[in-house]
């Protein structure tokens, strides 16, 4: 399909700073984490499985400290998992010794069911020190913005109480601002957990890593824009020669000119703005944002095919991952 074609080999990046998308919320999360801590006996970090490895906040090792540790790569229905155990093996090396995939939003009965043991298994394994006498166990669940918390303590609550929510999802970064008071969600053992904001680093520094959070929603899109996280996504596909979207969007072949793709696709989906023109009439033309979040709500959505947008970090010196991730 792409015979002859050449693609950019390299994704510029000039017009936006996405390294610095820290709100006011996050720091206040932050430090209410941090007070926390004495009383918290483990921690859940949830991930986009799509990117496993980029933008995870470094600074949750320094806030969590020595506590047990468990990391769930939720969306799994959305990832390319054919190369899961290196993924397991390179997560390994960086300290993660459990790790589950899921897709929180099913409540998969067969995945939810195995995370209260799992956390009570490496609570008791690590000991509790000071809270060595108290029977209930305190988990706080902490992750980058969007990547499925609250359905997680919402789907646990689901499982053993049989309760509605507990707390409120959204499709958009950002939703939950602030930590939450406990949130009982299992009564054998008895089990609460503590939702966070979603945090990001202060500092992403890399602009491929702050384009993949984008992608994958982790950031509000206008913060970095529509059009600019469709121009990356469709770097990516080219890249990796994955060509779906030509026969998703009515597209006659490849292409590597946003602007020439967002035009023709706004034309097929009748996407168009109405603007007056100086002598007050008005003239049409194709709405390039509207056309940017279909292709960008596509990948979202799987309609895209299964991706793994963090492929590059699993090379065999591993060199690209400890750049990018610390």
């Not at 020439?260 to 003239?283: D, S």
């Not at 033309?285 to 509207?290: F, I, Y």
């Amino acid at each position: 399909m792409a015979a002859g074609k050449t693609f950019r080999e390299m994704f510029t990046f000039a017009n936006k700073d996405v390294t610095k998308w820290f709100p006011g919320h996050m720091y206040k999360g932050l430090r209410q984490m941090q007070a926390r801590m004495k009383n918290i006996d483990g921690i859940i970090e949830v991930h986009d499985a799509r990117i496993p490895f980029s933008g995870r906040n470094a600074d949750f090792k320094f806030t969590i400290g020595v506590r047990p540790r468990l990391l769930i790569l939720n969306k799994a229905d959305l990832a390319d998992l054919k190369d899961e155990q290196n993924i397991r093996k390179a997560l390994k090396k960086e300290g993660w010794s459990r790790v589950m995939f899921a897709d929180c939003k099913l409540d998969s009965t067969n995945f939810v069911k195995k995370i209260v043991p799992t956390v009570e298994e490496m609570i008791n394994e690590a000991g509790r020190y000071h809270r060595a006498e108290e029977r209930d166990f305190n988990v706080l669940v902490c992750g980058v913005p969007n990547v499925g918390k609250s359905s997680l303590i919402n789907a646990i609550r689901h499982r053993y109480l049989r309760a509605g929510k507990a707390t409120r999802v959204g499709a958009k970064a950002g939703v939950t601002r602030s930590l939450l008071e406990k949130i009982r969600v299992c009564d054998e053992p008895l089990t609460y957990i503590l939702d966070s904001p979603g945090i990001l680093s202060p500092n992403v520094k890399s602009i491929e890593v702050g384009m993949r959070l984008a992608l994958c929603a982790t950031l509000q899109d206008h913060l970095v824009g529509e059009d600019i996280i469709a121009d990356y996504l469709l770097y990516w596909l080219n890249k990796n020669s994955r060509f779906e979207y030509v026969e998703k969007f009515g597209l006659t072949e490849p292409t590597d000119d946003i602007q020439e793709m967002l035009v023709k696709i706004a034309i097929n989906e009748k996407k168009v703005q109405k603007i007056r023109t100086t002598e007050g009439g008005y003239k049409y033309k194709p709405n390039l944002l509207a056309a940017a979040s279909l292709v960008i709500k596509a990948f979202r959505t799987g309609e895209l095919g299964k991706v793994m947008l963090d492929n590059d970090f699993l090379d065999a010196d591993q060199t690209h991952y400890r750049t990018v991730c610390s």
